[in-house]
């Protein structure tokens, strides 16, 4: 039992250390992974959306600045976002301009 329980808080302890964090403020967005934070100016971020659990933001010359799993429902994240009046799109902009090759 008291393996289990070890071994139950390792795994609790891993998942947080590899999940995504987000401060979203009107001037900035900080995001924190395992130990390192990355803090994007609101001037730079174009435009914010969701590929799959993927939260993607993109920098003013349309290309990702940031790409990361999370674990949020899609509601939860855009209604933060849009309370900080940061651009949202519900698909990805980019999607036609790409073709699935077989």
């Given at each position: 039992m008291i393996l289990?329980?070890?071994a139950g808080s390792a795994l609790t302890f891993f998942t947080f250390h590899e999940?995504?964090?987000?401060?979203?403020?009107?001037?900035?967005?900080?995001?924190?992974?395992?130990?390192?934070?990355?803090?994007?100016?609101?001037k730079d971020i174009l435009l914010v959306f969701l590929d799959?659990?993927?939260l993607v933001l993109l920098g003013n010359d349309e290309k990702e600045i940031f790409r990361y799993k999370q674990?949020?429902?899609?509601?939860?994240?855009?209604?933060?976002?849009?309370?900080h009046h940061y651009s949202w799109s519900d698909k990805e902009p980019f999607k036609e301009d790409f073709q699935k090759w077989v």
């Open positions: 289990g329980l070890i999940s995504l964090e987000m401060s979203i403020y009107d001037d900035k967005v900080i995001l924190k992974l395992r130990n390192e934070e990355t803090i994007l100016n609101k799959k659990k993927q674990e949020l429902k899609e509601n939860t994240v855009r209604t933060a976002f849009l309370q």
